[in-house]
């Protein structure tokens, strides 16, 4: 069976209802040009049910196609426009497994504590499913990401409501001094091929941790822990520094893509804020199952029965400073679970906010924002400083920031990889090469976090000529967000300046520490002009939410094209932050207020490349017009709206599907195509009233979907597509 054309990702949540409503539109209209659009299921539950073939039905089995996408993107051919996924936290994957075990689906059970080796080998591999599985696969390019111009000119045009900073607001990021990943950090650059292994010394013996790893020449390596006692001595004082000051408390995290480190980070923060709990009913807790690593909404389920531990707990958090919270009504912290507040949505959130996060009162509040890890920090703590001291951003005049991220092939992909452990046992681990050279080695506390992680010399060269190529193509300020006097930056910076020397193109670039960076390019888009920020790949993460939040009140509307090493080209579609209240609406009152604005930018990037990559002058004239159409949707304010009753995702659909079809009924590069569509656009146009009344008509009453990990197929779709009118023409 051969690939098709385009491969659309399945995937979850918002996204996914939305692509129920909105694939059948595109797979209509590519047809008419001979391109065929397939899907891909890369879902939290494709995955899943892809990993545990045995314990399924013949019908239940699925192939895995995240597999297959891993090897398709290392060709010339790929051409896959990827929307965003769910990155699996514990309770995610717990919720999700348990939701498809009542539809009849034998999966075995996340084993919490694998003690047998069937345990251990099922935990493997849930193991492999959870944090940021899909992007390590996917991504065998580096991250071209920006503004599409009609989007950024939109929002100058209809600038969104920015909260009010004060130069003596209280709010302020606050991270560790020392013995955090980043005053830890090692790194080196290997002059040759070589395997490795990284075993923990102790004064019992030597701990394989994990061998079999392999590295080209010219990998970058780093190495480097956080501190358990330094952390819980730094969140102690935190908290009652908070206190003192009357402010919210809040921990800001990546629990998901940083799936083995932030978890227990996260869980120490649950501990240090119930302290005098877990002293008094450590044990005893223990023996309950519980696991703050997994949320303070863990916790309290699993001490439930017991009115002593509770009401222990109801006294401590009276006592605690109030924290910030993620639903103030439902009484949902920010500590309830890991995967509910992401650092790179959250912080951006409160900074576009006025510095504002929502307390237990169910009343905006001044907040310290707990950043613990010291290597990105200081980008929050500039931002904030800057707005203190010169007011929010004016989104009608301000400029962007485009971004060039390092990515491919894994690159510092910290803590989503097989290589951080929590050490059991005080000691001293290595990384030890395959000559026996120690390349790094570090003293460790029981307790410690220890992670390594690398960037391969193919991309990271690959990462300096995408930057050049853009600069050329922008004109604007670029700068390599890199600090000289951080061991990993450091490895880089020799990497980046013979490139940008050798192309002649030195005095075109800047290097600067994060910090600096962050004050610069708050200068620059504050005074209209543009930025393009050339980061690792957790910074690109973070400032590709920060920036497009600010500049246009979300990262959903991003174009992000990651230009393939071999080739071929994946199309991202934007964040999917916000996907799981979305999700919540459209149950309870059948809205959907997803943005289908990412697709619609990332589907005319794929027709174009298309065109370029086979030679399809159709998928061009299909490209372009899915341009037109997606300016239609923004000149005609067409995009959702957040409230019941409103138009919302499906009515944007229609819109979109008739300014497409216009713009393709009124070109004149190729009458077959005019020709073709003149009577799908006079139908989309007569059927205006119907379409819209039908579509209003759904909403109000809640939606049933089957599911919310794993959704039944006819049920979103006859939630999705409610319109008889508008299914008849596009069917």
Same mark, same amino acid.
């Given at each position: 069976?051969?690939?098709?054309?385009?491969?659309?990702?399945?995937?979850?949540?918002?996204?996914?209802?939305?692509?129920?409503?909105?694939?059948?539109?595109?797979?209509?209209?590519?047809?008419?040009?001979?391109?065929?659009?397939?899907?891909?299921?890369?879902?939290?539950?494709?995955?899943?049910?892809?990993?545990?073939?045995?314990?399924?039905?013949?019908?239940?089995?699925?192939?895995?196609?995240?597999?297959?996408?891993?090897?398709?993107?290392?060709?010339?051919?790929?051409?896959?426009?990827?929307?965003?996924?769910?990155?699996?936290?514990?309770?995610?994957?717990?919720?999700?497994?348990?939701?498809?075990?009542?539809?009849?689906?034998?999966?075995?059970?996340?084993?919490?504590?694998?003690?047998?080796?069937?345990?251990?080998?099922?935990?493997?591999?849930?193991?492999?499913?959870?944090?940021?599985?899909?992007?390590?696969?996917?991504?065998?390019?580096?991250?071209?990401?920006?503004?599409?111009?009609?989007?950024?000119?939109?929002?100058?045009?209809?600038?969104?409501?920015?909260?009010?900073?004060?130069?003596?607001?209280?709010?302020?990021?606050?991270?560790?001094?020392?013995?955090?990943?980043?005053?830890?950090?090692?790194?080196?650059?290997?002059?040759?091929?070589?395997?490795?292994?990284?075993?923990?010394?102790?004064?019992?013996?030597?701990?394989?941790?994990?061998?079999?790893?392999?590295?080209?020449?010219?990998?970058?390596?780093?190495?480097?822990?956080?501190?358990?006692?330094?952390?819980?001595?730094?969140?102690?004082?935190?908290?009652?520094?908070?206190?003192?000051?009357?402010?919210?408390?809040?921990?800001?995290?990546?629990?998901?893509?940083?799936?083995?480190?932030?978890?227990?980070?996260?869980?120490?923060?649950?501990?240090?804020?119930?302290?005098?709990?877990?002293?008094?009913?450590?044990?005893?807790?223990?023996?309950?199952?519980?696991?703050?690593?997994?949320?303070?909404?863990?916790?309290?389920?699993?001490?439930?029965?017991?009115?002593?531990?509770?009401?222990?707990?109801?006294?401590?958090?009276?006592?605690?400073?109030?924290?910030?919270?993620?639903?103030?009504?439902?009484?949902?912290?920010?500590?309830?679970?890991?995967?509910?507040?992401?650092?790179?949505?959250?912080?951006?959130?409160?900074?576009?906010?006025?510095?504002?996060?929502?307390?237990?009162?169910?009343?905006?509040?001044?907040?310290?924002?707990?950043?613990?890890?010291?290597?990105?920090?200081?980008?929050?703590?500039?931002?904030?400083?800057?707005?203190?001291?010169?007011?929010?951003?004016?989104?009608?005049?301000?400029?962007?920031?485009?971004?060039?991220?390092?990515?491919?092939?894994?690159?510092?992909?910290?803590?989503?990889?097989?290589?951080?452990?929590?050490?059991?046992?005080?000691?001293?681990?290595?990384?030890?090469?395959?000559?026996?050279?120690?390349?790094?080695?570090?003293?460790?506390?029981?307790?410690?976090?220890?992670?390594?992680?690398?960037?391969?010399?193919?991309?990271?060269?690959?990462?300096?000529?995408?930057?050049?190529?853009?600069?050329?193509?922008?004109?604007?300020?670029?700068?390599?967000?890199?600090?000289?006097?951080?061991?990993?930056?450091?490895?880089?910076?020799?990497?980046?300046?013979?490139?940008?020397?050798? /192309?002649?193109?030195?005095?075109?670039? +800047?290097?600067?520490?994060?910090? =600096? %960076?962050?004050? *610069? !390019?708050?200068?620059? @888009?504050?005074?209209?002009?543009?930025?393009?920020?050339?980061?690792?790949?957790?910074?690109?993460?973070?400032?590709?939410?920060?920036?497009?939040?600010?500049?246009?009140?979300?990262?959903?509307?991003?174009?992000?094209?990651?230009?393939?090493?071999?080739?071929?080209?994946?199309?991202?579609?934007?964040?999917?932050?916000?996907?799981?209240?979305?999700?919540?609406?459209?149950?309870?009152?059948?809205?959907?207020?997803?943005?289908?604005?990412?697709?619609?930018?990332?589907?005319?990037?794929?027709?174009?490349?298309? /065109?370029?990559?086979?030679?399809?002058? +159709?998928?061009?004239?299909?490209? =372009? %017009?899915?341009? *037109? !159409?997606?300016?239609? @949707?923004?000149?005609?304010?067409?995009?959702?709206?957040?409230?019941?009753?409103?138009?919302?995702?499906?009515?944007?659909?229609?819109?979109?599907?008739?300014?497409?079809?216009?713009?393709?009924?009124?070109?004149?590069?190729?009458?077959?195509?005019?020709?073709?569509?003149?009577?799908?656009?006079?139908?989309?146009?007569?059927?205006?009233?119907?379409?819209?009344?039908?579509?209003?008509?759904?909403?109000?009453?809640?939606?049933?979907?089957?599911?919310?990990?794993?959704?039944?197929?006819?049920?979103?779709?006859?939630?999705?597509?409610?319109?008889?009118?508008?299914?008849?023409?596009?069917?």
């Amino acid at each position: 069976m051969s690939t098709p054309d385009i491969i659309y990702t399945k995937v979850d949540e918002a996204p996914e209802l939305a692509s129920a409503s909105f694939l059948p539109i595109i797979q209509k209209f590519a047809a008419a040009a001979g391109v065929t659009v397939g899907t891909k299921d890369i879902s939290l539950a494709g995955r899943i049910i892809a990993t545990f073939p045995e314990a399924l039905t013949e019908d239940q089995r699925i192939n895995d196609d995240l597999a297959e996408l891993g090897r398709l993107v290392k060709t010339a051919e790929a051409n896959v426009v990827k929307l965003p996924n769910i990155s699996a936290s514990v309770p995610q994957l717990v919720a999700a497994v348990e939701e498809m075990q009542s539809q009849g689906y034998a999966l075995p059970n996340y084993p919490e504590d694998p003690q047998t080796d069937e345990e251990k080998t099922v935990r493997a591999k849930y193991d492999g499913i959870k944090g940021s599985a899909v992007n390590p696969v996917l991504r065998e390019g580096n991250s071209d990401r920006r503004a599409a111009k009609a989007v950024k000119s939109y929002a100058q045009n209809n600038p969104h409501r920015m909260g009010d900073w004060v130069s003596d607001s209280k709010t302020r990021v606050a991270s560790m001094d020392g013995n955090d990943f980043r005053s830890n950090e090692v790194s080196a650059t290997l002059a040759a091929e070589t395997g490795a292994k990284i075993v923990l010394e102790t004064a019992n013996g030597e701990t394989v941790l994990k061998d079999g790893l392999s590295f080209p020449a010219g990998t970058v390596v780093d190495a480097t822990f956080m501190s358990a006692a330094a952390l819980d001595a730094f969140l102690e004082a935190e908290i009652a520094k908070t206190k003192e000051e009357g402010i919210l408390f809040s921990l800001h995290m990546k629990a998901t893509m940083m799936k083995v480190s932030d978890p227990i980070i996260f869980g120490h923060a649950v501990k240090a804020f119930l302290k005098p709990v877990f002293d008094k009913f450590g044990a005893e807790m223990e023996a309950l199952g519980v696991n703050p690593n997994q949320g303070l909404g863990a916790v309290l389920e699993r001490v439930e029965g017991n009115a002593e531990i509770k009401a222990a707990i109801d006294a401590c958090m009276a006592d605690q400073p109030p924290m910030y919270m993620v639903d103030s009504d439902r009484g949902i912290t920010n500590l309830h679970v890991p995967s509910d507040v992401i650092i790179d949505a959250s912080m951006p959130a409160l900074i576009r906010a006025g510095g504002k996060g929502w307390g237990p009162d169910g009343k905006e509040a001044d907040a310290v924002c707990v950043i613990p890890d010291n290597s990105y920090a200081p980008v929050y703590d500039e931002t904030i400083n800057f707005f203190k001291a010169n007011g929010k951003l004016n989104p009608a005049t301000a400029g962007t920031v485009q971004n060039i991220g390092l990515m491919a092939q894994k690159a510092e992909e910290y803590g989503s990889h097989p290589t951080t452990f929590e050490i059991a046992e005080a000691g001293t681990v290595k990384m030890i090469l395959d000559d026996g050279t120690v390349l790094h080695s570090h003293d460790v506390q029981p307790g410690d976090i220890w992670r390594s992680a690398s960037a391969r010399k193919a991309p990271i060269e690959d990462w300096v000529n995408l930057a050049i190529s853009r600069q050329k193509a922008e004109g604007c300020e670029a700068v390599f967000w890199l600090d000289e006097t951080r061991a990993h930056d450091a490895e880089l910076i020799a990497y980046v300046t013979p490139i940008l020397e050798a /192309a002649g193109v030195a005095d075109k670039f +800047k290097i600067m520490a994060p910090r =600096e %960076a962050t004050r *610069a !390019a708050l200068e620059t @888009i504050t005074a209209g002009k543009n930025h393009i920020a050339i980061t690792g790949n957790v910074l690109r993460d973070y400032l590709t939410d920060l920036f497009p939040i600010l500049e246009l009140a979300t990262s959903a509307k991003m174009l992000s094209i990651v230009k393939l090493m071999q080739g071929g080209g994946l199309f991202e579609t934007g964040a999917g932050g916000s996907a799981p209240k979305h999700v919540q609406q459209l149950n309870e009152e059948n809205h959907l207020r997803w943005d289908s604005l990412g697709e619609f930018t990332a589907l005319g990037e794929s027709f174009q490349f298309l /065109a370029e990559n086979r030679g399809n002058a +159709k998928a061009k004239i299909l490209g =372009e %017009a899915v341009d *037109a !159409a997606t300016q239609g @949707i923004l000149d005609n304010n067409r995009s959702p709206s957040r409230k019941v009753g409103e138009p919302d995702n499906r009515d944007s659909h229609y819109w979109f599907a008739r300014y497409w079809a216009e713009a393709l009924a009124a070109q004149s590069d190729d009458a077959d195509l005019a020709a073709h569509f003149a009577p799908i656009a006079k139908a989309l146009v007569d059927g205006e009233e119907a379409i819209v009344a039908e579509l209003a008509a759904a909403q109000g009453a809640p939606a049933d979907l089957g599911g919310y990990y794993k959704t039944d197929p006819a049920k979103t779709a006859a939630v999705m597509r409610p319109s008889a009118t508008l299914n008849a023409i596009i069917d």
